[in-house]
């Protein structure tokens, strides 16, 4: 998989073999909208305003997805444990199905290697 603007290409198939490192690890804002919201509400069965009191945190006039700790770091708390990967996969906030093409890492492709295992140059 290619994005244009980015000298590197992601393979989604290592997502199984990578244990949810993207999901984990420093703490950091996991963004999410209003619409994301909704769609994560309707899917959960809660209203927004229920979502935003138990899964959110809010930052001015911004949600973020809360962290749970895990290992010696955090996690997102949506994050499975058991199955290593994201149980909200489907519905999962923007920012999450953007990476690993973020513009923080056109200039930090080793910080990005580390994290994940299903980048490579291009």
């Known amino acids: ?11 989604p198939k290592k ?3 990578c244990g949810g490192k993207c999901c984990t690890g420093e703490s950091g804002y996991i963004w999410i909208d209003e619409s994301e919201i909704k769609i994560l509400g309707e899917y959960l069965g809660y209203k927004p ?6 899964f959110l ?14 290992q010696k770091g955090w996690a997102c708390i949506f994050f499975d444990e058991k199955n ?3 149980s909200i996969y ?11 093409f973020w513009e923080h890492f ?3 492709y ?12 291009s």
């Open 90 to 100: 489907e519905y999962r906030p923007k920012q999450c199905r953007s990476f690993p």
């Open 57 to 70: 945190e809010k930052f001015d006039n911004r949600y973020s997805i809360k962290e749970k700790p895990y």
């Open 110 to 121: 080793k910080e990005l290697e580390m994290e994940c295992i299903g980048v490579k140059q």
């Open 15 to 17: 997502c199984d073999e």
């Open 1 to 11: 998989m290619k994005q244009d603007g980015f000298d590197y290409e992601f393979d």
């Open 49 to 54: 305003e229920l979502i935003k009191e138990i």
């Open 106 to 108: 056109k200039t930090n």
């Open 84 to 86: 290593k990967n994201c």
